[in-house]
């Protein structure tokens, strides 16, 4: 039988290759089993399920309902396609045991995943995980058929979507955003964010421009990932249909990335770095700070100059959900575009994300580009760059150790004045330029990440990083 792995977030495979009807069954026989070995006080036997628009995610999504109703569980299933945010809301907010999302997120067409969600209403971190691995084929599958399921309300459909809208807009100033007549534009990257601000927005003086909003499980030839090589029709696009700001969710609509109104590039670690400003300058809040290590430096020196706590994790949002469980998080981050809120779930959420952005131009009143420009001559500007190179598995390790063991004196012409491995090995300069280098989680990917003053900079220190890769 097919070996099945939890990664940085869930399970992904192939469709029919390993992503089948009974491995899918395999891991929610597991995961009731789990559930039911570990109760929470406080939690209901009640589980929420949705999906995403990917091949099959529909069935694979009522394979799981089946499955978990069978083992004695109330299931409330999604009645559509819905964003990742949108069930780890549902769970919070029906105190459920927990929640399975079929997505596969930002990875290519041919891929399905298995998202677990705990009952905090965020990604079930590694203990949750590698129990349910443990707990694979201990138990034979138990089902319920799906039509005798709805009879018995065993399991319930409903539109998760409308819940999680009328949280989103409690925590941002929705008066404002409506009445602010701002051209927003959407790159849903054929999503499930596909429709979301047209609803949101109904009815205000936003204008509101979905591009690529079919359902589509090809995504248009492209993987639902919010970085610029995906951008390039919808930025033809805007450069000749100019907006205020152009927000990009992924496949699941739990990241985001951006562009300018008229097309060029808006990064992640400008996103964040905009928002933690928009927080403490604008909104007057305080709190911990918590960022994935591969975040800009930018935001250490926003956090040094407002006199905020700092907290660095490791990569997965798992591990910057643990710190908000734990309370006083102003915001939460990762580079690659996931954002977590105070007030709301433990978990990233990318169209709460985007109304915050409008709130932030509603309440700025000045553009996008001048925002950026005001942020970037006090923090200083940082350069980003990232590469993945394929790298063996078996290798990885020995690397790692080789790596940690052997730092170089300098990076360019800064000494190192930090080395950093909790997750992968991550070297600081005096300067604040940096270089990581650091594996997937499933896949023989070596990543490595820069950060400098200049792009040039960023990129000889990719050449660095690719240059340490051959030393075992």
């Known amino acids: 039988m097919s070996q099945i792995k939890f990664g940085t ?69 999604s009645d559509a396609p819905v964003p990742t945010p949108a069930v780890s809301y549902a769970v919070k907010q029906l105190k459920a045991v927990g929640g399975v999302m079929i997505t596969a997120s930002h990875n290519p067409p041919a891929f399905n995943g298995f998202k677990l969600k705990a009952w905090f209403g965020g990604s079930a971190d590694p203990v949750i995980c590698q129990g349910v691995e443990a707990l694979l084929d201990t138990t034979p599958v138990k089902h319920t058929i799906f039509e005798h399921a709805l009879a018995a309300k065993a399991v319930v459909v409903k539109d998760l979507r409308a819940p999680h809208y009328a949280a989103c807009k409690k925590l941002v100033e929705f008066d404002r955003i409506a009445a602010s007549k701002l051209k927003f534009a959407h790159e849903a990257l054929y999503g499930v964010g596909a429709g979301c601000f047209d609803e949101l927005l109904a009815g205000t003086t936003c204008q509101v421009t979905t591009l690529n909003a079919e359902h589509n499980p090809n995504f248009g030839g492209i993987n639902p990932e919010p970085i610029a090589k995906n951008y390039v029709k919808s930025a033809a696009y805007l450069a000749k249909h100019p907006h205020d700001l152009c927000l990009v969710t992924d496949g699941d609509a739990d990241r985001v990335g951006g562009m300018m109104g008229n097309g060029d590039l808006l990064t992640t670690h400008q996103i964040i770095c905009l928002l933690l400003r928009h927080f403490v300058v604008n909104r007057r809040q305080t709190g911990r700070v918590i960022k994935a290590l591969t975040t800009t430096t930018m935001v250490d020196r926003i956090c040094a100059k407002f006199g905020l706590e700092l907290v660095e994790t490791g990569v997965g949002f798992k591990y910057i959900a643990a710190e908000m469980i734990r309370g006083e998080v102003l915001l939460g981050f990762e580079e690659s575009g996931g954002i977590g809120f105070p007030g709301h779930i433990p978990e990233r959420d990318g169209i709460l994300a985007g109304l915050m952005l409008l709130e932030m131009l509603a309440r700025e009143k000045k553009p996008l580009r001048t925002l950026i420009a005001d942020l970037e001559r006090e923090f200083g500007p940082p350069r980003y760059a990232r590469i993945d190179v394929h790298f063996p598995l078996e290798k990885r390790a020995a690397l790692m150790q080789f790596c940690k063991l052997n730092p170089p004196a300098k990076l360019l012409k800064s000494p190192v004045a930090e080395v950093k491995s909790q997750d992968g090995v991550k070297y600081v300069a005096k300067d604040g330029s940096w270089l990581m280098l650091r594996g997937s989680g499933t896949e023989p990917i070596l990543r490595i990440y820069a950060e400098a003053k200049s792009d040039a900079d960023a990129e000889a220190l990719l050449k660095l990083g690719s240059k340490l890769t051959k030393q075992v």
């Open 9 to 77: 977030d869930g399970w992904r495979a192939i469709i029919a290759e390993d992503f089948t009807f009974a491995n899918v069954a395999r891991v929610a026989q597991a995961t009731a089993d789990y559930w039911k070995q570990h109760p929470v006080k406080g939690t209901v036997a009640h589980a929420v399920v949705g999906y995403d628009r990917r091949f099959l995610s529909d069935q694979f999504a009522r394979r799981v309902a089946e499955v978990l109703a069978g083992n004695g569980f109330k299931v409330t299933l």
